[in-house]
């Protein structure tokens, strides 16, 4: 199985990582050449994990997106997921048929307020059986000093995802797989908000004990949303315990190497979204989130008084004092 890479950040450079040091020759399309010279000379990626070291005879560098979609039979789309139009756009209407898409973004696209499965679906006629999503608490930082972690392959076809997944398995990543598409891409939506507002409260300078209450509430959100969502490619019963869901959502609210926790550590120490987007120089996935898990819950109608309270903070210039004093309120 040929792979292909869209994307060239923290995340797009990890799992590259994985699938080489587990033998298998990529195709990575890096939107800026003179990235490609750079890594092609120096073997690494000068702007992200660049302590991780390539064998070049395993990877195929480009910046033509075409030319990577075409020489692959799977393709890791690794992009934030406010990029991934403007990367997919790039594409005639076939250029999907017959891959596999494996997804490993944590977000909605905004402008659409879609996922990712929906979107190339809508533009591309990608079939959710040919569609699948790498999910679980893996911050790229420790994967590149290679701490274990755990990754969830979800995708309609286990079979097909057990395959894909076994690429990927290495001493220092374990693979899981489940068939919970719809579910483990909101449940991934959803704790980056929960993620965010938990570094909110550091700067405010509340302490862990608070932090595990907010976290146990953010967790019971998260179930109520994926419990009433309305959606007959759901499953039933998933495990909401298990890694893809709460594993996620802990290690991305309490880990430094968070970047929604670090963006909300701004906002709570006051400052702007605009001034935190800038200093933090990367995307937080939660601030666009938060957005879009509110329309989207217009129908779905679940309980979520800490989502829309973030959503408030961030987007409506709801002080984060005053925001957080009105969670106090209702954390049981």
Request: with cysteine.
């Amino acid at each position: 199985m040929q792979f292909g890479i869209i994307g060239s950040g923290s995340w797009a450079t990890a799992l590259a990582k994985i699938l080489t040091d587990n033998g298998n020759t990529i195709h990575w399309w890096v939107r800026n050449s003179d990235t490609i010279h750079t890594m092609e000379k120096r073997r690494h990626n000068p702007h992200y994990l660049s302590s991780v070291y390539f064998n070049l005879s395993q990877i195929r560098l480009s910046d033509d997106i075409q030319t990577v979609v075409a020489q692959s039979d799977a393709l890791v789309i690794a992009v934030p997921s406010a990029f991934v139009e403007k990367a997919l756009r790039q594409l005639p209407a076939d250029a999907l048929h017959g891959k596999k898409i494996i997804s490993a973004v944590k977000g909605m696209l905004p402008s659409g307020n879609q996922l990712v499965n929906q979107y190339v679906a809508n533009n591309f006629e990608v079939d959710i059986a040919d569609y699948f999503a790498v999910l679980g608490p893996c911050h790229a930082e420790e994967v590149a000093s290679e701490k274990l972690s755990y990754l969830t392959f979800s995708g309609m076809d286990a079979a097909t995802a057990s395959v894909i997944a076994s690429h990927f398995k290495t001493e220092y990543l374990n693979t899981l797989v489940n068939n919970d598409v719809w579910g483990v891409q909101y449940a991934a939506v959803l704790k980056n908000i929960y993620a965010l507002g938990a570094g909110i409260a550091h700067g405010l300078e509340y302490g862990d004990n608070f932090l595990s209450v907010y976290i146990a509430n953010g967790a019971n959100e998260v179930v109520t949303f994926l419990t009433q969502l309305n959606n007959n490619q759901r499953t039933a019963s998933p495990n909401f315990a298990s890694s893809v869901y709460l594993g996620d959502l802990l290690v991305t609210c309490y880990s430094l190497f968070s970047r929604n926790r670090t963006f909300g550590n701004m906002i709570g120490k006051g400052y702007s979204v605009k001034a935190a987007q800038l200093e933090l120089n990367m995307v937080a996935e939660g601030y666009n989130a938060s957005k879009c898990i509110l329309t989207l819950n217009k129908s779905v109608k679940a309980a979520m008084p800490i989502a829309e309270t973030i959503y408030e903070i961030l987007w409506e210039q709801l002080p984060a004092a005053e925001g957080f004093k009105r969670i106090e309120t209702f954390l049981i």
